[in-house]
């Protein structure tokens, strides 16, 4: 796997939480900004063994013209609340995109980590995975590994940065007017 992003923000864990992991502006425009479109959300559920998951369907635009202009995807996120209440959370979440070649061989798995590290300021790590759910041919899985990680490493480091400007233009201003 690949470590992606690992910032320590002026951000409190539990509002990090909330920007990413529920229906917020910053997420909203963020997917908006990424061409994602067709939202659908399912609310965060708790399972029988006291996990909490929820799904995510949208389409993605798709800038890479071997592959063609959209795919739809499916995102099943599971949520692990930390035993520091509401100041650690990992989520984990799978990411399946149903109309690109080869498909049904692959998927990828995104680990979120926000760890408080005081009242307002927390770390975030995303880590991420490639996974094989059929083994392909070694150029398959070539063409595979090097799309995913060039189009995760876009996405992440726009989140990454998205996130800085979301962190400026919250609370601290207020403080040095
Ligand atoms: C989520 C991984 C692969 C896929 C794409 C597929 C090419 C297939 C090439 C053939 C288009 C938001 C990606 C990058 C689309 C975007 C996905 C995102 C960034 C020749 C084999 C969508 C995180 C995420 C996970 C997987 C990404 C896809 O929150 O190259």
């Not at 369907?57 to 013209?65: A, D, F, R």
Request: aromatic content about 14%; proline content about 2%; charged content about 25%.
């Amino acid at each position: 796997g690949k470590l992606y992003i690992n910032h320590v923000y002026q951000i409190r864990a539990e509002r990090m939480f909330q920007l990413l992991f529920t229906q917020s502006r910053f997420m909203l425009n963020f997917m908006t900004s990424r061409k994602m479109f067709d939202l659908e959300y399912s609310p965060w559920q708790s399972d029988s063994n006291g996990k909490q998951t929820r799904t995510l369907n949208y389409t993605i635009t798709i800038s890479n013209p071997l592959v063609g202009k959209f795919t739809t995807a499916t995102e099943k996120q599971v949520l692990y609340k930390g035993n520091q209440g509401e100041q650690s959370y990992l989520v984990e979440v799978e990411v399946f995109t149903h109309d690109v070649p080869y498909h049904d061989y692959f998927y990828t798995v995104n680990k979120y980590s926000i760890i408080g590290i005081s009242q307002d300021k927390c770390r975030l790590r995303v880590y991420t995975d490639v996974k094989y759910r059929k083994q392909p041919w070694g150029l398959v899985k070539t063409f595979i590994e090097k799309n995913s990680w060039s189009g995760l490493e876009d996405y992440f480091k726009q989140m990454e940065s998205d996130l800085v400007m979301e962190e400026s233009s919250s609370g601290s201003l207020l403080v040095e007017a």
